[in-house]
């Protein structure tokens, strides 16, 4: 989900390129897509490249990444399946349901679920009672949350706080939040601090490198 900078090099410790299977975007703002170029690029530019890479994403979301090279150049390394915020399908073995979460382009919240887990993703968001909605009961909600506890009031309908995600997490009643998108050179622990404000569950920061067990 959201190959945004630097994620294709992080993506090559754990895969060869020909072996991601689809790849799940919620918006199209490059910090959540713009390595789905260098990923698409490594498929396409071998002897024998690989089937074409299923790509989901909310409309035209991602035409903006997929026109970074010359025309036709990548047509054959991608098939492309966009979905409207709302709607439900799979993906392999993956059950996935959308919304539609406030953002200053159409974004898509997430949920994953198989083999009896669940795992949600916000992508970028301002505060919705939707966010609990679709997060109700998941194991892992991996939430956007760019500042700690004090948003700037023209990104105060777009973005969220570390405070504002453990409550939607408190109502949701998750088992764990990851905390993300924090603003660079955010000090981590001021947002742990400030999400055991308005929560008293397992908070943690979604770091480099970060696995977790579901099981």
């Known amino acids: 989900m959201d190959l945004g900078h630097a994620a294709f090099p ?4 754990h895969s060869a390129p020909h072996g ?3 790849a799940l975007f919620s918006h199209g703002h490059p910090d959540h897509c713009a390595d789905l170029n260098p990923l698409l690029r490594a498929r396409a530019m071998v002897d024998t490249p690989p089937p074409a890479l299923p790509l989901y994403a909310p409309p035209g979301e991602l035409a903006a990444v997929l026109a970074l090279d010359r025309p036709g150049m990548l047509d054959e390394a991608y098939r492309l399946h966009e979905f409207d915020p709302g709607e439900r399908f799979a993906i392999g073995p993956f059950d ?3 919304r539609l979460l406030p953002h200053s382009r159409p974004n898509a919240g997430i949920r994953l679920e198989g083999g009896g887990r669940s ?12 966010i609990a909605e679709l997060a109700r009961g998941a194991d892992v909600l991996i939430a956007e ?7 700037p009031a023209d990104l105060a309908g777009e973005l969220s706080t570390a405070r504002q995600a453990a409550g939607h997490a408190a109502r949701a009643r998750v ?16 947002f742990i601090e400030a999400a055991g404000r308005a929560w008293d569950g ?7 490198g970060m696995v977790i067990d579901l099981d």
């Open 10 to 13: 992080r993506l090559l410790e």
């Open 20 to 22: 991601v299977d689809a």
């Open 96 to 98: 996935v349901t959308t």
């Open 119 to 130: 795992l949600v993703y916000t992508g970028d968001t301002g505060p919705s009672p939707v």
């Open 145 to 151: 949350a760019t500042y700690a506890e004090e948003m």
């Open 175 to 190: 088992g764990r939040l990851l905390l993300t998108h924090l603003w660079p050179g955010s000090e981590p622990q001021a």
């Open 202 to 208: 397992e908070v943690a920061i979604a770091d480099t």
